[in-house]
């Protein structure tokens, strides 16, 4: 539940749960919102035993929240799975162990969140135009 961010759910959400397992979701899930669908992909590939795990714009379809919840859970897996995060929405890396940052498919910066935005003008400029905390 925790993973997949049905934690906030009510007590009567979570009573209906079992009737939402058993929803027909379509071919390929073609039933399923993209939050849904993503929400979905990014649990199964968390609880895949597997010793990596690259997301790819991982929370494009996520409200906030979410994003936070799958941030979190991230930052736990990380101790014992290698995890590689490409993304546009920069909130979702500042907590990353290390950073690559590319531009016009050249690596022009790598460090932590701290580090880039201290010494790459143009790192810092995404990170200030998504008003993100630096601290």
């Known amino acids: ?3 997949a961010g049905l934690n906030g759910w009510s007590t009567r959400q979570k009573g209906n749960l ?3 397992i058993l929803s027909v979701v379509g071919e390929s899930g073609k039933f399923l919102s993209g939050g849904q669908a993503q929400r979905l992909q990014i649990a199964r590939a968390l609880l895949r035993d597997t010793p990596f795990i690259i ?3 991982a929370t494009s379809n996520l409200d906030s929240q979410t994003e936070t919840v799958i941030s979190q859970t ?3 897996l990380k101790t014992y799975k290698t ?3 490409i993304a546009h929405r920069l909130s979702t890396i500042t907590e990353a162990d290390k ?3 590319i531009e016009d498919g050249q690596l022009t910066g790598e460090g ?3 580090e880039l935005y201290q010494t790459h003008a143009l790192y810092r400029q995404y990170i200030d135009q998504q008003a993100i905390e630096t601290t």
């Open 1 to 3: 539940m925790h993973i």
């Open 74 to 76: 991230i930052q736990q």
């Open 55 to 57: 997301l790819d714009e």
């Open 18 to 20: 079992y009737e939402k």
């Open 83 to 85: 995890i590689i995060v």
């Open 112 to 114: 932590m969140h701290r």
């Open 99 to 101: 950073i690559y940052f």
